[in-house]
């Protein structure tokens, strides 16, 4: 029956109507957004998505990205509780030490002792700085590693929209984007259409 011309078959009227409805909802979904962000997001572009969210597949793999991402947080999240911890603990140790050492020390050697253990806690200060510094930098480079391992996945899966960069005004185009594939996909599963 495809093969003769003016007749559609009925998959093809399904994904059509899909289309259109899908559509429809991120036409919605749009009017929530900041009226700077409507104007970028073209009827192409929201057609191209609809087409781009017809089967689904792309729902799956924004929810494999955002799970990932949640554990990437999670265990980064933990490496910097893990070196506060640490942290504390270094300092805890020194105060130890430097209570029983001002408990025996002479009165004539009192003065260099408290100098010395100054210098000696303002080290460990700066060296915690250092060593927070360090973690957050390794941080911020994962996470800004993840956003272009996520740009790259939905480009590759024909995201419209998607593509790497670093520019702050794309980037929240992109952060957009993906706010409403994941709020249709809750309307989606919570109507039971998905």
């Known amino acids: 029956m495809d093969g003769y011309p003016g007749v559609i078959s009925s998959d093809s009227t399904k994904q059509q109507e899909r289309h259109y409805y899908l559509l429809s909802e991120l036409q919605t979904l749009v009017k929530d957004l ?21 089967d689904g597949t792309v729902y799956e793999i924004v929810q494999g990205l955002l799970d990932i991402q949640h554990l990437t947080e999670k265990n980064l999240y933990n490496q910097r509780q893990k070196l506060h911890c640490e942290h504390q603990a270094l300092k805890q140790d020194l105060l130890k030490k430097h209570k029983e050492a001002l408990q025996s020390c002479k009165s004539h050697n009192l ?63 992109q952060m957009n ?13 919570q109507s039971g259409i998905m």
């Open 34 to 54: 900041p009226s700077s962000f409507q104007q970028r997001l073209s009827y192409n572009t929201l057609s191209d998505l609809a087409l781009a969210l017809i």
């Open 111 to 173: 003065a260099l002792l408290k100098s010395n253990q100054q210098t000696e806690l303002e080290a460990l200060e700066v060296r915690v700085r250092d060593e927070q510094r360090m973690m957050d930098r390794k941080i911020v480079a994962e996470m800004d590693q993840k956003v272009i391992d996520q740009q790259n996945t939905l480009e590759k899966a024909g995201v419209p929209g998607f593509y790497i960069t670093t520019n702050p005004q794309e980037l929240t185009v």
């Open 177 to 189: 984007l993906l706010e409403l594939i994941l709020k249709l996909q809750q309307k989606e599963s």
